[in-house]
């Protein structure tokens, strides 16, 4: 009964922060979307120019600065008020942050479901249970080859990022016209795979 209720405790929560991010990823809240794609483009755009030793520790540095000035500010003002406020961040230290054990039990169940699937799905194509699977992913790694000549990885992550909050809202408002260039692009790409499927002996019959 325990482990059922701490499952749909679980669910709620990963259904909340699921809710949240739609949220963020569609500008609903434009004032905490900005403050969150604002946050990872400084991240990103200082990790371009810096090493992650200095970006963590120049982070690390700011927020202390704004916490102790806090601090003292608050004791300061305590002080000259003579009032007995106690510590501006005691609601905070009192949060409760630490992980039951059902709760990292949940965590490693799904890595280990992930973990698995990947190695079963890599498996199958290098291994090439499927044909023609096998050459599609091998043309998306030839393709990646180009990609990472010509951009490194924190410039795919900076793309990444800036898709991720651009696009949702692109589709949104073109939904019609991109769903039916996508339609064309899905025909045609089925076309070509089932034309390579017809001419290469012990090729499944099936287009995804």
């Not at 569609?26 to 992650?52: A, P």
């Not at 004791?75 to 942050?97: N, W």
């Not at 790694?141 to 692109?170: E, K």
Request: charged share 15%; glycine share 4%; aromatic share 12%.
């Amino acid at each position: 009964m325990q482990a059922t209720a701490d499952s749909t405790k679980m669910d709620c929560v990963w259904s909340n922060w699921k809710s949240r991010a739609i949220d963020l990823l569609y500008w609903r809240d434009i004032k905490q979307t900005g403050i969150v794609f604002g946050s990872f483009l400084l991240l990103l755009f200082s990790l371009t120019q810096f090493s992650v030793v200095s970006v963590v520790a120049y982070l690390a540095l700011a927020a202390l600065s704004a916490t102790i000035s806090f601090r003292i500010y608050k004791s300061v003002l305590q002080a000259v008020q003579k009032t007995d406020e106690g510590h501006p961040f005691k609601a905070y230290l009192d949060l409760e942050i630490t992980l039951s054990q059902e709760q990292v039990q949940k965590y490693t169940d799904c890595l280990q479901l992930y973990v698995n699937s990947t190695l079963k799905e890599l498996r199958r194509l290098f291994l090439v249970q499927d044909l023609v699977d096998s050459l599609k992913f091998a043309v998306l790694m030839w393709l990646l080859t180009y990609v990472g000549a010509l951009f490194n990885g924190l410039t795919l992550l900076l793309m990444a990022v800036v898709s991720m909050f651009t696009l949702p809202v692109v589709y949104v408002k073109h939904q019609a016209q991109i769903d039916q260039y996508l339609g064309l692009v899905r025909t045609h790409i089925n076309a070509v795979v089932a034309k390579i499927q017809a001419k290469i002996p012990g090729a499944k019959r099936h287009i995804e």
